[in-house]
């Protein structure tokens, strides 16, 4: 028997609050870009009678994703045909009311486009629970609606002791294909124990089976293993992923992969859907019209020449502690107003100042300029940003940035090196600063939205100003300078595995390191935030004992960029994710900074992450 599914790799969407994407398009983009093998989308619908546009959330509406009725499933069809995407639908019928669940299910149906429906049977609590009487009622509501060759799947919990709790003899007459959640991951078995317990639960019923895969919390070799089982042991035509927002950059590989085993598909860029891309770009460089510089009192100031380590030729200037010699100035002379990111070239030579303060002219909303400071010594060859900002149009300050060599320092020096500035398109009515609140680093896109921190079952071990023992037999004693994040179940009061689970970037800004550390850290990674929109203040936030690192110094994240996974410090401590916010430089300078047990200077250099993740939520809607 064929089915619509055959030769197809499909995932499966919720809702809107499950995903990060706001609009069909980004969604359908982020599909097409990560894993082009996905030709199908199973769309929820229909919760029992409500239309999935109920359980959208009030307080960050995503109205283009909501689905209220027939025009938004329309919607839904045209738009993801752009991309070459079927539209399946879905529901989760409950049997409380056949006949107003069937007219609904059959509305849905009758939909150009709408390439078959598939129901989620299940037992327990916000399932089905009309009982075995309420089945055929509310399918044949449905059938007598559709035409007979309209095709109706069923997906269930395939486990054997799940079986009978859905009445399957009540379902046969209406059914054309089963769809069974084989969740190895959910269920605490392995990908060979789950396949097996579905088939051999299903594999009587005389349905085509297609079936649904786990592609939230587990890895790519477990994905790979399942998919591989699925199609070559037990012959699957088709397979689906569950689900959209739980699968993350480090499961879309394993989602890549298409039926037939042919070439795998190259990702295609996804289309600027209001997202900060870059567009055009100026650099100013000594030896350019746009930079100047300078002594004062009618001298050329102590500034010297020198090659640096891209062949490019630099400046330098020692630092004094009581008055400026020396000046350097860069003009970009904008094109255009709007938002652009300043970033600053550092050398390995010549830039051993802690303290290098640019000054940034132009900014909208900003009487003056705006000072941005940067420790030049820890950085070797980089470009590190100095913010993202808003400029006015036609201002000809607008974007110039200038700098001195008073610093409060001796016998150090400071380099006037290249300025780059980068345009940002693609965001609508953005606000003054693009760091617009900080999310938690761990849990599915759902779970960080959550007005709460941290998300649940994610747990504080060791929280902030903690004291305890780094070492074995009560040595080494510290304060705690953050909060270390473990899984914990409340049910059975038992720690639980959380081996490299992605992390991802609290807010946007530069990686100013992601080095090892032989001893605790381990895998150390240090985000220098974009300037909060709120206040203005650059926020550092560490990353400890992560394993492996996918991101490296230089790199531009944004707010739940994937970044890392948990690690445990080979081998020196159970897995777990050390994260710190510090509102000083003392990382930029020393990544692996520990104060011991002084706590005036952990108070210092260090807040409770807990406590400034809660109190600087993003803006909603942005």
């Known amino acids: 028997m064929t089915t619509p599914y055959d030769g197809k790799v499909a ?114 609590t916000g399932f089905y629970r009309g009982g075995r009487d309420s089945v055929r009622p509310l399918m044949t509501a449905l059938r007598s609606a559709i035409p007979a060759s309209y095709h109706i799947g069923l997906s269930m919990d395939p486990r054997p002791n799940h079986y009978n709790e859905i009445y399957p003899d009540e379902w046969f007459p209406f059914i054309n294909s089963l769809h069974p959640q084989a969740y190895w991951g959910a269920f605490g078995v392995s990908p060979d124990v789950a396949l097996q317990e579905t088939y051999s639960t299903w594999g009587h019923y005389g349905s085509p089976i297609i079936p649904a895969l786990q592609g939230y919390n587990v890895d790519h070799a477990s994905m790979d293993r399942a998919r591989n089982l699925a199609i070559s042991t037990y012959g699957a035509l088709g397979i689906s992923w569950y689900t959209l927002g739980g699968i993350g950059p480090a499961q879309f590989p394993a989602v890549n992969v298409p039926i037939a085993g042919a070439a795998q598909p190259t990702p295609v860029p996804p289309p600027t859907v209001n997202s900060g891309s870059y567009g055009k770009q100026i650099i100013v460089a000594p030896e350019t019209p746009a930079y100047r510089e300078g002594g004062y009192n009618n001298t050329p100031g102590p500034v010297q020449s020198f090659t640096n380590s891209m062949g490019e030729q630099s400046r330098f200037a020692p630092t004094t502690n009581t008055a400026s010699t020396a000046w350097a100035q860069w003009d970009p002379q904008l094109p255009t107003g709007g938002f652009w990111e300043i970033s600053v070239y550092v050398p390995s030579q010549h830039a051993t100042t802690t303290n290098a303060r640019y000054k940034i002219y132009g900014i909208s909303g900003q009487a003056g300029d705006f000072e941005v400071p940067l420790p030049q010594g820890p950085v070797d060859d980089l470009w590190c940003s100095l913010g993202i900002f808003n400029f ?14 008073l610093t409060g320092e001796g016998d150090m020096q400071i380099a006037f090196d290249a300025i780059r500035w980068r345009q940002v398109l693609g965001v609508s009515n953005p606000p003054r600063y693009l760091a617009d609140g900080f999310d938690a680093p761990l849990g599915s896109v759902a779970d960080r939205a959550q007005p709460r921190i941290y998300p649940p079952i994610w747990y504080i071990s060791n929280g902030f100003e903690h004291f305890y023992y780094l070492g074995p037999g009560n040595t080494n004693p510290a304060l705690h300078t953050g909060d270390d994040l473990i899984l914990y179940d409340p049910a059975t009061n038992t720690r639980q595995d959380c081996a490299h689970q992605p992390i991802f970037a609290i807010a946007s800004g530069i990686v100013i390191s992601a080095t090892v550390q032989p001893g605790s850290w381990g895998n150390v990674i240090v985000i220098q935030h974009d300037p909060l929109i709120s206040t203005g203040q650059v926020i550092y936030s560490r990353y400890g004992h992560s394993d492996p690192m996918v991101v490296k110094a230089g790199d531009r994240v944004v707010r739940g960029q994937y970044i890392a996974n948990v690690g445990n410090a080979f081998g020196r401590f159970a897995y777990h994710l050390h994260l710190d916010v510090s509102p000083t430089q003392v990382l930029f300078s020393r990544p692996w900074d520990w104060p011991g047990t002084n706590k005036t200077r952990l108070e210092t250099n260090y807040v409770s992450p807990y406590k400034f993740l809660i109190a600087n939520r993003p803006i909603k809607g942005s």
């Open 11 to 124: 995932a499966w969407y919720v809702y809107g609050g499950a995903v990060g994407e706001r609009t069909i398009d980004e969604l359908a983009a982020t599909i097409k870009h990560y894993a082009p093998a996905v030709g199908a989308v199973f769309v929820k619908v229909l919760d029992g009678t409500d239309w999935m546009g109920t359980f959208e959330s009030t307080s960050d509406p995503k109205p283009n994703l909501a689905i209220n009725g027939t025009n938004d499933i329309n919607r839904w069809v045209s738009t993801l045909a752009k991309y070459n995407l079927d539209f399946h639908a879905w529901a989760l019928p409950k049997g409380v009311d056949p006949q107003t669940e069937g007219h609904l299910m059959s509305q849905v149906c009758q939909q150009p486009g709408v390439q078959s429906l598939i129901l989620d049977v299940e037992g327990g």
């Open 392 to 405: 006015h149009a036609g201002d000809p300050t607008s974007g110039v940035v200038q700098v001195t060599n």
